[in-house]
C-alpha cells in the first residue's frame, strides 16, 4: 500500500546490511540551514493525523497511508463500497484453492468453512477461510461498506467456536465505531486515524500498529516513510545503534568493506523528537551495480512498552526513489536539501490533542 516497500525490514536490509562508515561531515545548522532551504524554508504545510499523533508536511505532499491494526489488520480500497459482491466472490474463490488445508475443528460438521455472516453493522460482511499457516484456523475477513469507500478487516482465530466467537466479536466491536475521515481531518476525540478512516477508542489494551508513507511533489524521488507501533515489551536489540553494529559486521563478513568505507555519515547520533528519546543517522550511499548513490535516513526511538501514547516510532527517508525501487535514479536532492527536508518534517511529529 505504501508503493515503495519502506518498513522496517527493508531499513534493516538497507541500513544494517549496508551499515555506515566512520567518515563524514556533520551538519550542525539545523534551524538555519532550514531557514536558508528554497524548499523547506518558505513552504506551505498542513497538518495531518496519523494513528494518535499529527505531523506537519509540505501542501502540495501525496500522503500514502498504508495498513493499520487497530486492533485487527484493516484496509481501506477507495471507491469500492459498490464492489463488496465482487470481494467476497474472489474470497471464495481463493479458498477453493486451499480448502484441502483444513483440519481440526474446520472439518467438523458444525463448521464455518467457506462461510458468510452478516456483521454487526449495516452491509458489514464477516468471511470464512482456512488459514495457510496452521489448517486448524479461520482466516477471517471483515467486509465493511462506508460511504464510497470499502474497509477490509483480517484476522485469524482458533476453530473452536469460542475462540472463532471472540475474533468476530472483535472485529464487530471495531467495524461499529469507524467511521469516515477526510484526509486533513483532526478529531478531538481520544481514538486512532487510519487511511480514510478513525476508530474512536474502546479499549486500550488493543494492538496498534500504523503506517504511512509522505512524496513531494518537486522532488518525487524523495520518499519519507512512518511507522508508528505500540508494543507490549521493546527490546534493546530492536534499537538503531545496535542494528547498524550488527550491520557493519555484515557488510565485512560479506566482503562489501570496500563499498563500505565510502559510505558518508552526514550526522549520527542520540537525538529527541518531542517525547521520543531515540537514535539517528543520516548517510550517503556510494553507487553499486544496479544502484545510483542515494541518501538512507533513519529514526528508531523504542518508546515505551505498552503506552498507546508512547509508541515506538520509525521514521526513514530514502532519496532516488522511481517507483517501486530505491536509487533507481540519482537523488534530486544535495545532502543539504535532504537533511532540510528530513527535519522539518520528523520534528513536527507529536501527540494530537483530545478533548
Not at 508508528?228 to 545496535?242: H, I, N, Q
Not at 550491520?247 to 549520527?268: D, F
Not at 505498552?306 to 545532502?335: F, H, R
Given at each position: 500500500?505504501?508503493?515503495l516497500?519502506l ?7 538497507a541500513?544494517a546490511i ?8 556533520y ?5 538555519k540551514?532550514i531557514e ?5 524554508g ?7 493525523c ?9 501542501m ?5 497511508y498504508g ?5 485487527q ?16 466472490t ?6 477453493e ?7 481440526g ?13 452478516n456483521?454487526?453493522r449495516?452491509?458489514?460482511k464477516?468471511l ?13 475477513e471483515?467486509?465493511?461498506p ?13 476453530g473452536t ?7 468476530v466479536?472483535?472485529l464487530?466491536a471495531?467495524?461499529m465505531?469507524l467511521?469516515?475521515r ?11 486515524c487510519?487511511d ?8 486500550r489494551?488493543?494492538?496498534?500498529s500504523?503506517?504511512m ?5 518537486d522532488h518525487d ?10 508494543k ?5 536489540s ?9 550491520g557493519?559486521?555484515n ?8 563499498w563500505?568505507s565510502q559510505i558518508r555519515?552526514?550526522r ?8 521520543w528519546?531515540?537514535y539517528e ?10 544502484e ?17 501514547l ?7 527517508l ?11 535514479m540519482?537523488p ?11 527535519d ?10 483530545v478533548?
Amino acid at each position: 500500500m505504501l508503493g515503495l516497500k519502506l518498513t522496517r525490514y527493508r531499513v534493516l536490509l538497507a541500513l544494517a546490511i549496508f551499515g555506515m562508515a566512520l567518515v563524514g561531515i556533520y551538519l550542525d545548522q539545523g534551524e538555519k540551514m532550514i531557514e536558508k532551504n528554497s524548499i523547506v524554508g518558505q513552504a506551505q504545510t498542513r497538518t495531518i493525523c496519523i494513528g494518535r499523533f499529527l505531523l506537519d508536511v509540505p501542501m502540495d505532499a501525496t500522503i500514502v497511508y498504508g495498513p493499520a491494526r487497530v486492533p485487527q489488520l484493516i484496509e481501506r480500497y477507495r471507491d469500492s463500497a459498490q464492489d463488496i459482491g465482487k470481494f467476497e466472490t474472489d474470497f471464495m474463490a481463493r479458498l477453493e484453492n486451499t480448502r484441502y488445508l483444513a483440519d481440526g475443528d474446520l472439518v467438523k460438521p458444525e463448521s464455518m468453512l467457506g462461510k458468510a455472516i452478516n456483521g454487526a453493522r449495516t452491509g458489514q460482511k464477516i468471511l470464512f477461510g482456512v488459514g495457510e499457516g496452521s489448517g486448524d484456523f479461520y482466516d477471517l475477513e471483515s467486509l465493511i461498506p462506508l460511504g464510497k469507500d470499502l474497509f477490509v478487516q483480517t484476522t485469524s482465530a482458533h476453530g473452536t467456536a469460542r475462540e472463532y466467537g471472540n475474533a468476530v466479536a472483535k472485529l464487530n466491536a471495531t467495524a461499529m465505531r469507524l467511521r469516515s475521515r477526510t484526509e486533513d481531518e483532526i478529531p478531538v476525540e481520544a481514538g486512532v486515524c487510519i487511511d480514510g478512516g478513525f476508530i474512536p477508542d474502546y479499549d486500550r489494551t488493543n494492538k496498534e500498529s500504523v503506517t504511512m508513507g509522505i512524496r513531494l511533489h518537486d522532488h518525487d524521488d524523495v520518499h519519507i516513510s512512518i511507522e508508528l507501533t505500540k508494543k507490549d515489551t521493546v527490546f534493546a536489540s530492536d534499537g538503531l545503534e545496535r542494528r547498524l553494529a550488527a550491520g557493519k559486521e555484515n557488510a565485512i563478513r560479506r566482503n562489501m568493506g570496500g563499498w563500505y568505507s565510502q559510505i558518508r555519515e552526514i550526522r549520527r547520533g542520540p537525538r529527541i523528537i518531542n517525547k521520543w528519546h531515540g537514535y539517528e543517522i543520516l548517510a550517503r550511499k556510494p553507487a553499486q551495480p544496479g544502484e545510483n548513490e542515494s541518501h538512507e535516513f533513519s529514526f528508531v526511538s523504542l518508546g515505551d512498552a505498552g503506552n498507546a501514547l508512547l509508541p515506538t516510532v520509525e521514521i526513514t527517508l530514502q532519496t532516488g526513489v522511481v517507483g517501486d525501487s530505491a536509487a533507481a535514479m540519482k537523488p534530486s536532492v544535495s545532502d543539504l536539501e535532504a537533511v532540510a527536508i528530513w527535519d522539518s518534517i520528523i520534528r513536527t511529529l507529536r501527540r494530537r490533542a483530545v478533548k
